[in-house]
């Protein structure tokens, strides 16, 4: 079982930066794959960010790609996104998952955090 907390949202204007957290409880965190997912008004749930269990590899989805970047901290069980040159189509509730395969698709992850939400200013 994993419990996954995420912070680190706020409100920001446009260019600017966030860096999410996900806090992770139990002890097979390190065997899981992490994602970020993000959930806009009036939209579905999209992917944004994955990385391995090892850490060793990072994948991005193009809307975010040379903004947001992917990290994880496995001696602190956290998993970051570290987001830069925010834009107001930005403006999502943010998600961590895990999950054992490495995708982009939602439903294969197992655990969900509550999510964070990010708003971006114009």
């Known amino acids: 079982q994993v419990q996954l907390v995420e912070s680190g949202g706020g409100l920001v204007q446009a260019g600017g930066s966030l860096r999410l957290s996900c806090a992770a409880s139990g002890r097979t965190f390190s065997s899981y794959n992490m994602g970020w997912f993000r959930r806009a008004p009036g939209k579905g749930r999209e992917f944004v960010a994955r990385i391995t269990a090892s850490g060793s590899l990072t994948d991005h989805a193009d809307s975010v790609k040379g903004r947001f970047t992917i990290s994880r901290d496995s001696a602190k069980n956290t998993v970051y996104l570290q987001m830069n040159s925010l834009k107001t189509e930005d403006t999502a509730v943010y998600y961590c998952?895990?999950?054992?395969?490495?995708?982009?698709?939602?439903?294969?992850?197992?655990?969900w955090g509550q999510g964070t939400q990010v708003t971006v200013s114009s």
């Open positions: 998952a895990a999950g054992r395969s490495w995708t982009t698709w939602e439903r294969a992850y197992d655990y």
